[in-house]
């Protein structure tokens, strides 16, 4: 099966690479920015006759849309280039497997909730709340998916981090092992996603939509949530973090968000419910501490 990977050059895209040599499909990496050393096909995804041609000449059969515009506090004054990335580029790829019946692997957030109090994880069927332009137009993004009809698997993920590029467990490993004191905010909760266990959990649904071969459409076909299992504050995430890395000099507190002034309100419980990733697709999701030992242990991190 012949698969195409947006945004490869990102930390779900890179996990995506490494995942592809496990498995007998053949994969094209994607991208508007060459990386010296990496394969990869440069691919504007707001382009609908580059989308199209690029699905057509190489018979591709699945995207994993791994692209999206994710700075959250710039989106906010970046608002139409943030709606072009995510808004209108998934509705793009997705007209495009449209055409050749695929199947359109979608990556959303957490962050399409947050505008209502909740305290129990949050389900794919409940309504999206965004507080801001990020979260808005991911979710229009879904929804323009939606709307196209296509197969589609879109997944809602949180908290990404990984070995590649900029996130905040290498934010945090430089702040505790050169700050004395860091304030670090515990009135955010959600779950840590290791982007490796993420690029596992697609390839799942990619080796199941390769078995059922749909002519008539994807059984599977909806929303799904995935991150790590388990709950805790970006206070607790420090606190691991540090630890495990030996860096016992700098004094932690947790503080309340307030202090960290943002243009936007971010989700205060952001828990996101896989029950239904779950059983759909026989996963198994690892604890939040320890994929973060492995990816820890990989950086070469680990004390």
């Known amino acids: ?78 608002e139409a280039l943030c709606r072009k990335l ?10 495009a497997m ?10 959303s957030t957490d962050y399409v909730f947050g505008g209502d109090p909740y305290n ?8 999206g709340t965004p507080t801001g ?30 070995e590649f590029g900029r996130n905040f467990v290498k934010t945090m490993l430089n702040l505790t092992a050169t700050k004395p004191k860091l304030n670090v905010v515990f009135d955010q909760a959600g779950t840590p996603t290791y982007a490796y266990d993420l690029a596992v959990a697609i390839k799942t649904v990619l080796e199941d939509y390769g078995n059922e071969n749909p002519q008539t459409g994807y059984s599977k076909t909806g929303i799904y949530h995935f991150s790590n299992e388990g709950v805790c504050s970006w206070y607790d995430f420090t606190k691991e973090i ?4 030996g860096h016992t000099d700098c004094d932690i507190q947790p503080c309340h968000s307030d202090e960290f002034p943002s243009p936007v309100k971010r989700p205060a419980y952001s828990v996101l419910d896989k029950t239904k990733i779950k059983e759909t697709f026989g996963l198994k999701v690892p604890y939040w501490t320890d994929s973060l030992k492995i990816c820890m242990n990989n950086m070469g991190e680990i004390k």
């Open 1 to 78: 099966m012949n698969i195409l990977v947006t945004g490869a050059n990102g930390q779900l895209g890179n996990e995506m690479r490494i995942i592809s040599k496990e498995t007998k499909d053949n994969y094209t990496f994607t991208d508007v920015v060459e990386v010296e050393g990496v394969e990869t096909t440069l691919l504007d995804i707001t382009n609908a006759d580059a989308v199209k041609r690029m699905v057509k000449e190489n018979g591709i059969r699945c995207i994993v849309n791994c692209a999206a515009y994710t700075n959250v506090d710039k989106a906010e004054t970046d």
């Open 86 to 95: 995510n808004a209108d580029a998934p509705k793009i790829l997705a007209e």
């Open 98 to 107: 449209k055409e050749v019946n695929g199947l359109l692997v979608q990556i």
């Open 120 to 127: 129990t994880p949050c389900r794919e069927d409940q309504k």
């Open 133 to 162: 332009v990020y979260g808005k137009t991911k979710l229009e993004g879904e929804k323009n998916i939606e709307a196209v009809g296509c197969d589609y698997v879109i997944i809602r993920t949180a908290w990404l981090y990984s």
């Open 242 to 245: 540090a630890g495990l890395a």
